[in-house]
């Protein structure tokens, strides 16, 4: 087993060889920031010039350039004029430079858009105008709304009332299918339990019609039950990537049974191949049965799963324990890719905080796993958590004959001060993986996932 250190750009590899450099390319998840707010959008809107101006620079080398300005930073931190948006204004400017600049710097700018309670209606008046000439630009939408209030020292004041929520109100009249190049909806904080049959119905009208839309994101939200959930993520017709994060259900446990029942009737589209489930803040007993419910409708399709477990309330292991003995993996015989994220040792919990790893491991029977891979809390984190790992159960998990196919593992966001040590608790924690399967690859990167990407998820 060769190991590859990743410090930023730098990439070491070790091997009884010896030491060299090699590049290294993890993207199995991504994340998903960047937004541009609709008030930004609509002020900064590239005019085009009455004079055209030609460029001399090759069209390759203008888009290149452009896409590393989408790399920079929203804010300049030192600029006491930072608030403005540092990539925004900057891709302004490029986008007045020339007229073969536009386009690309238009793509980028109008390229995704976030939609909160304070722009939504501005917005979809925007968007009715027969004027509007970015729809066809937007190919990531992210609708907010907000479930309380805050005053100007960020402490919470009260949370909302009803009447105080939009997002269920606009999506029964809301077509997404005037957005012809929509790729990735994100919605948070919705209420879709507040939605009448009567709406929920026409929501999911909307919904379905859109064949672009590959990648969901659903953070934060409330349901009225399950049924009410998963008729939701039915509703999609081209789903490749779902992201759950801290869902709700409004509708107590005794109800359970009869919307499991329902669901069965109901297929997830068959193209969805990567599922990230983060317990999150509104995890539940309630939500141990349809968490496990959806990994199994995924199904055959299922190759890319992430489990994430960022809640550390009390109770919150046991809730964990019963997802994890819930799961049934024999509905996911593709399964190529698992994550474990957001581990983290507490003082409290002991080994408990990482011990569900080889228990799960071991509830995979098929064969066609290629990569593990567990991603710490954060880069700041000691070496509690890795010391924490039940090195030995993993190691003795994946040396059975059904992980052959097994090529790499990975530990993501270790301190990068630490990655001497890191390397070595790994090396010695996997040495007997290693000896039974040498052509497996371990990396330790300081990062979790590569810069400057636009998706949560990439199969």
């Known amino acids: 087993m060769s190991i590859v250190l990743r410090h930023n750009a730098a990439s ?7 030491l060299h450099a090699a590049s290294t390319l993890y993207g199995n998840m991504v994340s998903a920031y960047g937004h541009m ?22 069209m390759e080398l203008i888009e290149e350039i452009l896409d590393h300005v989408e790399c920079l930073p929203d804010t300049q931190s030192h ?9 925004v204004a900057t891709l302004a400017s490029c986008s007045l430079a020339c007229r073969a600049w536009l386009p690309r710097s238009r793509y980028h700018l109008f390229g995704s858009v976030h939609v909160t309670p304070q722009n939504y209606a501005s917005f979809l008046q925007l968007v009715a105008s027969p004027f509007c000439t970015f729809i066809e630009s937007i190919h990531k939408l992210s609708l907010s709304d907000r479930d309380r209030t805050f005053d100007i020292s960020g402490r919470e004041v009260r949370e909302l009332e009803e009447k105080e929520f939009w997002i269920h109100k606009a999506l029964p009249n809301f077509a997404l299918s005037m957005f012809p190049n929509i790729r990735m909806l994100m919605i948070y ?8 049959e009567v709406d929920f119905s026409e929501t999911l009208i909307h919904l379905s019609i859109p064949t672009t839309i590959t990648h969901l994101a659903l953070d934060r939200c409330i349901f009225f039950d399950s049924n009410q959930l998963i ?48 317990t999150g803040i509104g995890f ?23 489990i994430t477990s960022s809640k550390s309330l009390l109770g919150a292991d046991r809730l964990l324990d019963e997802l994890y003995d819930a799961i ?15 581990l983290c040792h507490y003082q409290s919990v002991g080994p408990k905080s990482t011990g569900h790893i080889p228990l799960v491991l071991r509830k995979i029977t098929s064969s066609s796993v290629r ?9 700041h984190s000691s070496l509690d958590t890795l010391y924490a790992i039940d090195w030995a159960s993993i190691s003795e998990v994946l040396s059975e004959k059904n992980y052959s196919s097994l090529e790499r593992f990975f530990v993501l966001r270790v301190n990068s001060r630490q990655l001497d040590e890191a390397v070595d608790i790994t090396m010695d924690g996997m040495k007997g993986l290693t000896e039974k399967n040498p052509s497996v690859e371990g990396f330790i990167h300081t990062d979790g996932i590569p810069a400057c990407q636009d998706e949560f998820l990439l199969p």
């Open 189 to 196: 904080y919705a209420r879709f339990d507040y939605m009448s």
């Open 79 to 87: 600029s006491s004029e930072g608030h403005k948006g540092w990539r």
């Open 12 to 18: 070491l590899q070790f091997n009884d060889a010896g």
């Open 284 to 306: 539940d007993g309630r939500s141990v049965g349809w968490m496990a419910k959806i990994i199994s409708m995924v199904g055959a399709s299922l190759e890319f799963l992430s």
């Open 371 to 379: 990569e593990v891979i567990l991603t710490l809390a954060d880069n």
């Open 328 to 342: 049934d993996f024999d509905y996911n015989p593709n399964l190529q890719s698992i994550t474990f994220d957001y």
């Open 231 to 278: 008729r939701t993520l039915a509703s999609f017709n081209s789903l490749e990537s779902v992201f759950l994060k801290g869902l709700s259900l409004k509708r107590d446990s005794p109800h359970e049974d009869t919307n499991l029942s329902l669901i069965a009737q109901l297929e997830l589209p068959m193209s969805l191949s990567s599922l990230m489930v983060d």
């Open 37 to 58: 707010p609709i008030d930004q959008i609509y002020l900064l809107s590239p005019m085009s010039s009455t004079s055209p101006i030609q460029s001399s620079f090759p």
